[in-house]
């Protein structure tokens, strides 16, 4: 048997509607659940994103925090991660935000939970 490649995890995925754009204007975040999973979204000049809502560090929550360009700031502590990749920025946070894959079909926002997310959905 062939093993799953990356393209045939895609075809997979099981994307759940989230939010329309219009609830996510450019330089916002915004908390939604996906399956009673708390995940933020980010509108990053137009590109949706997705990470896991809870930070690593204290379990803060992302989408309470400040996002300039691609960067979300705790407001907790001050940990810093780039959206785009969950990669942290700034400590105190060590570890990665999860990030989860977004796809943008007319006005409404899909995010599924399977596997890491690769790039944002275009609005
Ligand atoms: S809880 Fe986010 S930096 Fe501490």
């Known amino acids: 048997m062939t ?7 895609n075809l997979m995925a ?3 509607k989230v939010a329309d754009v219009g609830e996510v204007p450019p330089g916002t975040v915004k908390l939604v659940f996906v399956e009673g999973f708390p995940v933020a979204l980010y509108n ?5 994103y997705a990470t896991d809502d809870t930070c690593t560090h ?8 400040k996002l300039t ?14 959206v785009r ?3 942290v920025l700034r ?3 060590v570890a990665p935000l999860n990030t989860h894959a977004v796809k943008v079909e007319g006005k409404e ?14 609005l």
């Open 3 to 9: 093993p799953p490649t990356m393209e045939t995890t």
């Open 14 to 16: 099981r994307f759940v």
């Open 44 to 48: 990053v000049e137009g590109q949706v």
């Open 58 to 65: 204290d379990e803060a929550s992302m989408s309470e925090g």
């Open 69 to 82: 360009g691609p960067v979300i700031k705790c407001y907790l502590h001050g940990a810093e991660y780039d």
């Open 85 to 87: 990749t969950g990669k």
């Open 91 to 93: 400590m105190p946070a």
């Open 109 to 122: 926002i899909w995010v599924s939970l399977d596997g890491q997310g690769q790039g944002g959905g275009s």
